[in-house]
């Protein structure tokens, strides 16, 4: 969740600047039926897959969709979808005890809360924490400055996130089984939270794919996301956040990496490898 400074920077800043510099709508989701959205390839790749470029030439979607190559996930694609897992079922947990308990027994709520059972990872045990520690600050925030809240209003206010929103990403020519996470900041925002990693230029690219997706979904527009980085140190989160402007170039530079991903598998062009292939990378 962003803090008090940064919602502040979103509402007063990047959402304002977003809907000043607007996006053609012929890059908006809904206008998937003609191009440049419209996919020329039948080959729904994941979203991940024409997102991500830890394989610089993308050798790695080749060997999987043409050769058929299976690879095994290290333990940094592990440690990232154990943590992923974590987060998505303490959010489920903190909802299911602020509605059981009420706006009206907070600190009901913040014993149940705290009441998760202890996971094995020292660093979900970290990021449980973090979380508890973060939603009992909010929580007595948003009862001091709004003591008659309702216990609906309250879970909204305090968790305005949904985690894991399934999406069919046919319309973009994309797989038909997505899944990503959203912030409700007044209007809709992706959400993408990477562990463990460096900042990378294709990051972005991830909340424009979803953007796009979002609005073939349901048509409303979704011009803001927002990359939450998390790394441990000595046993403790450390956050960054880089907002985001899911303007047209960013927009337009997904769909054509869309394509040229997907050419690749529909005709079977090898690539090549790169030369500084990642860990997972096949060769």
Same mark, same amino acid.
Request: overall charge negative; aromatic content about 8%.
């Given at each position: 969740?962003?803090?008090?400074?940064?919602?502040?920077?979103?509402?007063?800043?990047?959402?304002?600047?977003?809907?000043?510099?607007?996006?053609?709508?012929?890059?908006?989701?809904?206008?998937?039926?003609?191009?440049?959205?419209?996919?020329?390839?039948?080959?729904?790749?994941?979203?991940?897959?024409?997102?991500?470029?830890?394989?610089?030439?993308?050798?790695?979607?080749?060997?999987?969709?043409?050769?058929?190559?299976?690879?095994?996930?290290?333990?940094?694609?592990? $440690?990232?979808?154990?943590?992923?897992?974590?987060?998505?079922?303490?959010? /489920?947990?903190?909802?299911?005890?602020?509605?059981?308990?009420?706006?009206?027994?907070?600190?009901?709520?913040?014993?149940?809360?705290?009441?998760?059972?202890?996971?094995?990872?020292?660093?979900?045990?970290?990021?449980?924490?973090?979380?508890?520690?973060?939603?009992?600050?909010?929580?007595?925030?948003?009862?001091?400055?709004?003591?008659?809240?309702?216990?609906?209003? $309250?879970?909204?206010?305090?968790?305005?996130?949904?985690?894991?929103?399934?999406?069919?990403?046919?319309?973009?020519? $994309?797989?038909?089984?997505?899944?990503?996470?959203?912030?409700?900041?007044?209007?809709?925002?992706?959400? +993408?939270?990477?562990? +463990?990693?460096?900042?990378?230029?294709?990051?972005?690219?991830?909340?424009?794919?979803?953007?796009?997706?979002?609005?073939?979904?349901?048509?409303?527009? /979704?011009?803001?996301?927002?990359? /939450?980085?998390?790394?441990?140190?000595?046993?403790?989160?450390?956050?960054?956040?880089?907002?985001?402007?899911?303007?047209?170039?960013?927009?337009?530079?997904?769909?054509?990496?869309?394509?040229?991903?997907?050419?690749?598998?529909?005709?079977?062009?090898?690539?090549?490898?790169?030369?500084?292939?990642?860990?997972?990378?096949?060769?």
């Amino acid at each position: 969740m962003p803090t008090a400074e940064e919602k502040k920077r979103l509402l007063r800043g990047t959402i304002p600047r977003a809907r000043k510099l607007g996006v053609d709508d012929t890059l908006r989701g809904w206008s998937w039926s003609a191009p440049p959205l419209l996919s020329p390839y039948e080959v729904p790749l994941g979203l991940s897959e024409v997102a991500n470029a830890y394989c610089a030439t993308g050798r790695d979607i080749y060997a999987r969709r043409v050769l058929g190559a299976e690879t095994e996930p290290n333990e940094k694609m592990i $440690l990232g979808s154990a943590l992923h897992s974590t987060l998505r079922e303490w959010t /489920v947990h903190a909802k299911r005890k602020l509605y059981e308990s009420g706006a009206e027994d907070i600190e009901r709520a913040v014993r149940e809360i705290r009441a998760f059972p202890e996971p094995d990872l020292p660093e979900a045990r970290s990021l449980v924490a973090y979380e508890a520690d973060a939603i009992e600050f909010r929580l007595r925030e948003a009862i001091s400055q709004f003591p008659r809240i309702g216990t609906d209003a $309250l879970v909204a206010q305090v968790l305005p996130v949904t985690l894991g929103q399934m999406l069919d990403g046919a319309f973009l020519g $994309l797989s038909r089984r997505l899944s990503t996470d959203l912030l409700n900041l007044g209007e809709p925002a992706v959400l +993408n939270i990477i562990f +463990n990693d460096e900042k990378r230029s294709f990051h972005p690219l991830t909340l424009a794919g979803y953007a796009l997706v979002l609005e073939a979904v349901y048509e409303f527009p /979704v011009d803001v996301g927002v990359t /939450v980085y998390a790394s441990f140190r000595n046993g403790r989160l450390q956050i960054e956040r880089e907002f985001a402007v899911l303007g047209d170039e960013l927009r337009m530079e997904f769909i054509e990496v869309r394509d040229e991903k997907q050419r690749m598998v529909a005709d079977e062009l090898d690539p090549g490898p790169c030369e500084e292939c990642e860990a997972w990378c096949s060769k």
